[in-house]
């Protein structure tokens, strides 16, 4: 979903916040209606009478005193974070940049699946970029999707090291036994 179609579906679903009268429009008589026809300046007021009533219970909608000098501007601003798509804001779950250049980032690294990378990597021996390309192409079924992506697969490579190092650390203080080869 894009940033523009997310802001437009947040302000409608902020229209259906809103109850009451406030979720239904002022209906005017049509002239063919059998009530008779209303002056334009009558007409004028009675809208203007119902869009007063309307204002009022917007302010309590948006928790505004009805005491508050800035009332208005508050109002405005209320409204306009909630419908204007520039006003309203949206956590952007990842950076532009890195959106574009093809980022990779697979949040659902465990601690077995890094284990697993270094195990395939130290396994080839050699230089770690050559080992790394190497099971990309050798293993698609397990590392084909990081094909283009080694310089990625090579930092998961790196922090799987670390976080191999960190458990075995943290075994250590604590007593545990901890493998010679995983310091």
């Not at 063919?32 to 302010?59: C, H, V, Y």
């Not at 465990?110 to 050699?126: E, H, I, K, P, T």
């Not at 293993?139 to 999707?145: H, T």
């Not at 094909?147 to 090579?154: A, D, H, I, T, V």
């Amino acid at each position: 979903m894009t940033v523009k179609s997310e802001a437009l579906a947040k302000a409608k679903r902020a229209l259906r916040k809103f109850t009451g009268a406030l979720s239904s429009p002022i209906l005017i008589p049509s002239p063919m209606a059998d009530w008779g026809p209303l002056s334009p300046s009558s007409l004028e007021r009675e809208i203007g009478t119902q869009r007063l009533a309307k204002l009022d219970l917007l302010f309590v909608h948006y928790r505004i005193r009805s005491n508050d000098k800035d009332r208005h501007l508050k109002l405005a601003a209320c409204l306009a974070k909630d419908f204007v798509p520039g006003m309203i804001t949206i956590e952007q779950r990842s950076s532009p940049y890195r959106a574009k250049k093809g980022f990779h980032r697979d949040r659902r690294w465990d601690l077995d699946r890094y284990a697993d990378l270094v195990r395939d990597v130290d396994a080839y021996g050699g230089k770690k970029e050559a080992a790394i390309y190497d099971l990309v192409n050798e293993k698609p079924e397990k590392w084909g999707k990081y094909k283009g992506r080694e310089p990625s697969l090579k930092s998961l490579y790196h922090q799987g090291k670390r976080k191999r190092k960190e458990l075995s650390n943290w075994n250590a203080s604590i007593g545990l036994w901890s493998h010679p080869s995983n310091s």
